[in-house]
């Protein structure tokens, strides 16, 4: 999985370069979100903008390390989501577990 970590504005964005996030490489995806978490980065947002299609397996990986980041009293965000992956979310109902935001500034300013 192709992944990129920036520090940005006290929060730790890692950038997704895949189109897919799937059973095929979210292992990968839990296993560097919780590496983070574990290292004291609980502040995170995850920028989608890449990403067209997210599974179940997709939306467990982030599901987990949101749990995981709120249990140390940190936050995970999601920025730049294309419509059909905000689909998954709205009919998976993590809408409403999830702060989705339309691009890292949006979620800079709501989450300062």
Not at 69 to 78: D, F, M, Q, T, V
């Amino acid at each position: 999985m192709k992944l990129n970590l920036e520090k940005m504005n006290g929060y730790s964005v890692i950038f997704i370069h895949e189109e897919r996030i799937d059973a095929h490489n979210s292992p990968e995806l839990k296993e560097y979100i919780l590496h983070l978490i574990e290292q004291g980065d609980v502040n995170i947002i995850i920028q989608l903008e890449n990403v067209r299609f997210i599974d179940s397996s997709g939306l467990g990986a982030l599901l987990s390390g949101y749990k995981n980041a709120i249990a140390k009293s940190g936050k995970l965000a999601l920025a730049c989501c294309e419509q059909q992956v905000i689909s998954m979310f709205e009919l998976t109902r993590l809408n409403r577990v999830f702060e989705i935001y339309t691009d890292l500034k949006e979620a800079f300013d709501n989450e300062a």
